[in-house]
């Protein structure tokens, strides 16, 4: 539970918008899965009350630009462009490219992104 949280606090505070850097594989999955779990909860609370609905609209645009940022410092870590995320525009293939990239063991020591990353 102490990963889940240091990831998803790293992610949403200490790296909001900073596209540049690297994520390790176990970062960006921590990330991943707390944000999930969140979209979950609030999804389902809004079949009570219209008014999780909402939060769960605002949670959505508070989280894209951190969602983004890690997922482009993920790639960077696999010493790819940030750029690359506009695969996933590609219907279907795109993502499964991107999973792909996602789940790659990072370039061991630095590469054109910066140090390796530990978080």
């Known amino acids: 539970m102490d990963k889940l949280t240091t990831a998803y606090k790293s992610a949403l505070l200490e790296n909001y918008a900073n596209f540049s850097g690297r994520l390790s594989v ?5 990330f991943a899965l707390a944000n999930f779990l969140v979209y979950l909860v609030l999804l389902v609370l809004s079949g009570i009350s219209g008014i999780f609905f909402i939060l769960y609209l605002i949670y959505s645009l508070a989280v894209l630009v951190p969602s983004l940022a890690a997922a482009v410092r ?3 870590d696999t010493n790819k462009s940030g750029w690359m995320i506009l695969l996933g525009l590609i219907p279907l ?4 490219i991107l999973l792909v990239f996602y789940v790659q063991a990072g370039t061991p020591g630095p590469n054109d992104h910066g140090a ?4």
């Open 26 to 30: 176990p970062g960006f999955w921590w």
């Open 74 to 76: 993920r790639l960077h």
């Open 93 to 96: 293939v795109g993502v499964i």
């Open 116 to 119: 390796e990353s530990t978080a």
